[in-house]
């Protein structure tokens, strides 16, 4: 049976972290301090961020960035197993999914610099190859080796380490119930005190007002969503989404207004959910089902939100 709420107490955390704030919400008995929880909560995503950031130029990921190619280079553990994600799945989308792409993100103004256009010029004349096919990873030495010239950018999965981390971090403290998150990447722990899994809400794509299109019961699982509404740039009297195309080097011309992933980890769930933008409805909805993944895809016809979901989560979702 699960406790009565008037045996528990609500704890609801959040700090600072990757320009935005993590979120941690759980039940525990009265008395229980959750000063300790809150620092280190706080250490976990700001080892995440120091370690994996396009922002600060002395992470691990910049030096990494900085190295020449041919050259092994040691990275710590954590970075080690988001490349080793952020591979395999660029290698399972296809290319969908590339962490290789960090020229282009700055070129463009998505980083910590301004739109270039002598850079984005030669993002796209660049020849592309995709980071699954130039990096080479030494898993248990952790050392990373460049093939070919490569700069990196994890700002496709790295925040969802965060909250896989949070998760983890919880863990350590026995806390088996909980909703953790990074800026609307979720990850449900267990179940609420009354037994009930945890609500999330999947927002509409507005880039004016924040309104739920469907509301989703997670029990331990990860929910992430990439869209074109959030982070833009106006160019040309365009709005043109974060998301790139991996093979131009641009933003994407043409994509879902949203999808959003449901998968084990949070880290799984944004990555796949960028592929998926890049992919489209048709295509990504098919590779959705090949890799189990439950996703639902808005996409825009004149005024109208239309969706397309696949696995059972998404299936009361509504057609627009």
Not at 87 to 97: E, N
Not at 182 to 200: K, M
């Amino acid at each position: 049976m699960s406790k009565t709420f008037t045996e528990l107490c609500r704890h609801a955390l959040n700090g600072a972290t990757m320009g935005t704030r993590w979120s941690a919400l759980f039940h525990q008995r009265q008395g229980f301090d959750p000063a300790p929880v809150q620092a280190a909560l706080q250490a976990a995503v700001e080892e995440v961020d120091a370690q994996m950031s396009t922002w600060k130029p002395d992470s691990d990921l910049m030096r990494l960035n900085a190295a020449p190619a041919g050259t092994w280079w040691p990275v710590p553990a954590r970075l080690m197993q988001v490349l080793d994600a952020g591979l395999t799945i660029g290698r399972a989308s296809g290319g969908a999914f590339d962490i290789g792409l960090g020229d282009a993100v700055t070129a463009w103004g998505f980083t910590a610099s301004d739109a270039d256009t002598a850079r984005i010029r030669a993002a796209l004349k660049a020849v592309r190859h995709p980071a699954h096919t130039v990096l080479e990873l030494d898993r248990e030495g952790l050392l990373v080796r460049k093939l070919a010239p490569l700069t990196l950018d994890l700002n496709g999965i790295a925040k969802g380490y965060g909250v896989d981390r949070l998760a983890e971090t919880l863990g350590e403290f026995g806390i088996k119930d909980a909703l953790v998150g990074i800026d609307g990447e979720l990850r449900a722990l267990g179940l609420q005190p009354d037994g009930n899994p945890w609500t999330v809400a999947v927002e509409a794509p507005d880039r004016e007002t924040r309104t739920p299109h469907s509301i989703l019961a997670l029990q331990d699982a990860a929910v992430a969503t990439s869209g074109d509404y959030r982070h833009w740039i106006e160019a040309g009297g365009r709005h043109l989404s974060h998301t790139m195309d991996p093979q131009r080097g641009a933003p994407l011309q043409t994509s879902p207004a949203s999808v959003t992933v449901v998968a084990g980890s949070c880290m799984e769930a944004d990555a796949w959910a960028t592929a998926m933008m890049v992919l489209g409805a048709d295509e990504g909805g098919q590779l959705a089902q090949q890799q189990g993944l439950d996703a639902l895809f808005l996409t825009r016809q004149g005024p109208r939100i239309v969706s397309r979901a696949t696995g059972k989560l998404f299936a009361g979702a509504p057609a627009e």
